[in-house]
C-alpha cells in the first residue's frame, strides 16, 4: 500500500506509542483474563421495572472491547448489593441491560451496535430503554479517533462540549463536502462547567490527560487521511477546536433530548482516523493477527482511560445530585396532593354554604317548624359542621404527608 509522508509519520507515531508503552498490550491481556462469567448474576425480563432509580446514570458502549473492560471496571469498583459485588444482567428483547452500582448512582450498561441509527445503534438503543426506564444521564464511552497525533497522544481522553455531525444536511458540490444544514448539538453547559472545574480532574498526573471540545460525529467508518481532513475542513469555520471523532454521538444526544436527559461523550482516542489496519509490518494471517491484537490493546488501553476519568466523576456523591429525580418525584407527589386538597377544600366550602343557608332558613321559618322539623334540621346543620371539620383535618393530614416526604429526601440527599 503507497502512503504519504504524513501517513508515514502517522504510522511511526503508532509503532512508537507501542514501544514506549510495552505495558499497553497488558491492558488487554489482563481484562482477558479477569474476565469472567462468574461476574454475573442473570434475572428475569420481568423484574426489569425494579431497576428504575431516581439516580440511575447509563454508559453505553460500542463493541467487545468497549464492554468486556468496562464490566472488569464495573466489578471492580462496585458496591457490595444482594448478589454480592455481581453484575446484574436481564435479557429483554434485542438489549441485554447489565447493573451496577457505584457510589450513590445506579449504573446501567447497555452495549449497541457500531453507528447511530442503523439498526441497533446508539439511537435505537437509548430510544428503548428511556422507554422502559428513566435514566437522569446518558455517557457514550469507550474509544474514539483523535485529530492531531502532534498535539494529543493515543490513550488521551476526549470530552464532547458539543457534537458536529459530518454525515447529515451535507452535499458534494465540485468534488467538496458543503454544509447545507448544520447538525451541532451541545452537552449540557452546567454539566460542562462542572467537569471544567471538578477538582481531581484538575490535578495534573493523577488521571489520564483528557481534552474538552468539539467532537465530530457520523455513521461512516473514518480510516483515510482525505477523508478525515474533508469532513475537518466542513467545520473549519464553525470550530477551531475539533479534538476528536467518533460513530455513536449524534442517535445519543438526539434521543436523549427528546426526554430531556443531559448526554456527554467521553472516550479514549485508539487511533488518529487513519491507517487502522497497518499496525503489522508482517504479511498474510500472521500479520491479520498482530494487526488485531495491536489493535484491541490500544483499545482497551484507551478505554480503560476513559474510564478512570468516567468513574471519578461517579464515585464523586454529589458531581450528578441536581439531576437526580428528587423534583421530578416531589411534583408528581405534590400534584396528587394538591387534587385531594382542592377537593376536600371544595367540599369544606360547599358544606359551609349549605350549612348558613339550613339555619337561616330555620331563623326565618321558625314560627312555623314543627319540633321534628326543627330537630332535624339541627342535626343536619351540626352534621355539615363535622363534616367540614373533617375534611379540614383531612386537609392538614395532606399537607403534613406531603411536608414529611419534603424532609425525608432532603435529608436522603444530604446524606
Not at 421530578?328 to 350549612?355: E, M, N, P, T
Not at 342535626?379 to 411536608?403: D, P, T, Y
Request: aromatic share 10%.
Amino acid at each position: 500500500m503507497n502512503i504519504t509522508d504524513y501517513e508515514q509519520k502517522t504510522r511511526e507515531n503508532i509503532m512508537s506509542f507501542l514501544d514506549d508503552n510495552e505495558y499497553c498490550r497488558d491492558y488487554y491481556t489482563n481484562y482477558e483474563a479477569s474476565f469472567d462469567e462468574d461476574m454475573y448474576v442473570s434475572r428475569p425480563a420481568s423484574e426489569l421495572h425494579l431497576f428504575e432509580k431516581k439516580n440511575l446514570i447509563v454508559l453505553m458502549t460500542a463493541n467487545d472491547v468497549e464492554m468486556g473492560v468496562l464490566h472488569v471496571f464495573l466489578n471492580n469498583h462496585c458496591q457490595e448489593g444482594e448478589y454480592g459485588r455481581k453484575i446484574i444482567r436481564i435479557v429483554d428483547g434485542k438489549i441485554v441491560y447489565y447493573f451496577s452500582k457505584v457510589g450513590r448512582y445506579d449504573i446501567l450498561h447497555v452495549c449497541n451496535k457500531t453507528g447511530a441509527y442503523s439498526e441497533g445503534g446508539s439511537a435505537e438503543t437509548i430510544r428503548t430503554v428511556m422507554s422502559k426506564l428513566n435514566p437522569i444521564l446518558v455517557i457514550s464511552t469507550g474509544v474514539a479517533f483523535g485529530i492531531d497525533w502532534v498535539k494529543q497522544s493515543l490513550c488521551d481522553v476526549i470530552i464532547s462540549e458539543r457534537i458536529l455531525v459530518y454525515d447529515k444536511g451535507i452535499k458534494i458540490t465540485d468534488g467538496k463536502l458543503v454544509i447545507k444544514r448544520e447538525h451541532i448539538l451541545s452537552t449540557e453547559a452546567t454539566l460542562m462547567e462542572r467537569i471544567r472545574q471538578h477538582r481531581s480532574l484538575m490535578r495534573p498526573g493523577k488521571l489520564p490527560r483528557f481534552q474538552i471540545g468539539d467532537v465530530l460525529t457520523g455513521e461512516a467508518v473514518v480510516s483515510d487521511t482525505d477523508f478525515k481532513a474533508m469532513i475537518c475542513g466542513l467545520f473549519s469555520s464553525k470550530s477551531s477546536v475539533i479534538i476528536g471523532g467518533e460513530m455513536e454521538g449524534y442517535g445519543v444526544y438526539v434521543e436523549a433530548a427528546h426526554q430531556g436527559v443531559p448526554c456527554i461523550i467521553i472516550k479514549g482516542i485508539c487511533d488518529w482516523g487513519m491507517l487502522k489496519n497497518s499496525l503489522s509490518d508482517k504479511a498474510g494471517e500472521d500479520g491479520d493477527k498482530e494487526n488485531n491484537e495491536r489493535k484491541d490493546a490500544l483499545q482497551a488501553m484507551a478505554a480503560t482511560r476513559a474510564y478512570s476519568i468516567v468513574f471519578t466523576l461517579l464515585e464523586d456523591p454529589y458531581f450528578f445530585s441536581d439531576y437526580e429525580r428528587i423534583e421530578y418525584k416531589l411534583v408528581q407527589v405534590g400534584r396528587f396532593s394538591l387534587k385531594k386538597q382542592h377537593f376536600y377544600l371544595a367540599l369544606q366550602v360547599y358544606s359551609f354554604i349549605l350549612s348558613i343557608v339550613l339555619v337561616a332558613t330555620l331563623v326565618e321559618n321558625i314560627a312555623q317548624i314543627t319540633l321534628m322539623n326543627l330537630l332535624l334540621t339541627l342535626g343536619v346543620a351540626f352534621g355539615l359542621v363535622f363534616v367540614c371539620a373533617l375534611v379540614f383535618a383531612m386537609v392538614e393530614h395532606f399537607r403534613a404527608k406531603e411536608e414529611g416526604f419534603r424532609r425525608k429526601q432532603e435529608v436522603e440527599e444530604k446524606g
